[in-house]
């Protein structure tokens, strides 16, 4: 109810007259059954224009800091999150990201829509990075169709660490449904895994006309981060980055 509420009488028509968000090929999202749509990830707010531009619900695994950190404005932003049905997660790494992926998992079998961030954090630079291979894993376990999508000028309106957004229009390009039933019970399968999240990275490729950049967006922030700090700037902590999938499956 409450999300309903958010998407189709408060934020939502502020928003589509404020930004006048323009999608195209909505039609190729399924109306029924698990889906799971892998976008690309520019601002904090494509997770807000991505919902109100499509008709089914739309449950994103959220990181757990927005439901944990304290304060009122961290009671805030945890009340926003649960009241339009997001799902908390521990990003961490190890166990936590096998929980993490069990939670997409049950989502799917439930029949639900699951949006994802393949990339697994935002761009740093705007530029479409390697892909965490835990949207193949959940794809496979529930038989789920993967639907590519690609965020439009979202980095122009709500730049990261930008609070207030700009005035502009944003879009969203949604690509035909990604079948990988030919893949079932191979879940297990490194190579697969990334076979599988390689090709949904270039449907959003195709579908973005970012450049793209094969390392993770987590280890381009981290040497971001480091660079800063040999430079005397404003320090800011890393997040940690990845050298192999078989490490650990955070890709989520």
Known sequence: MLYGLMKNVVAGPALRL?????????????????????????????????????????????????????????????????????????????????DAIRTGVGVLNQGGLLGIYPEGTRSPDGRLYRGRVGVARMALEAGAVVVPVAMIGTDKVQPPGQVRPNLGRVGIRVGKAMDFSRYAGMQADRLVLRAVTDEIMYAILALSDQEYVD???????????KAARENGQVDATPEPAETDDSDSVEEV
């Open 215 to 225: 390392i993770y967006a987590s280890t381009q922030k981290a040497r971001l981060a």
């Open 18 to 98: 404020a930004f006048h968000p323009w999608i195209e090929g909505a039609e190729n999202i399924p109306h029924e059954g698990p889906v799971i749509v892998a976008s690309n990830h520019l601002s904090f707010s494509d997770s807000v224009f991505l919902p109100i531009a499509i008709t089914r619900r739309v449950t994103f695994l959220a990181k757990s800091e927005y439901f944990n950190t304290p304060g009122v404005k961290g009671r805030l932003t945890a009340g926003f999150f649960k009241a339009v049905g997001q799902v908390s997660v521990d990003r961490t790494g190890g166990r936590s990201a096998d």
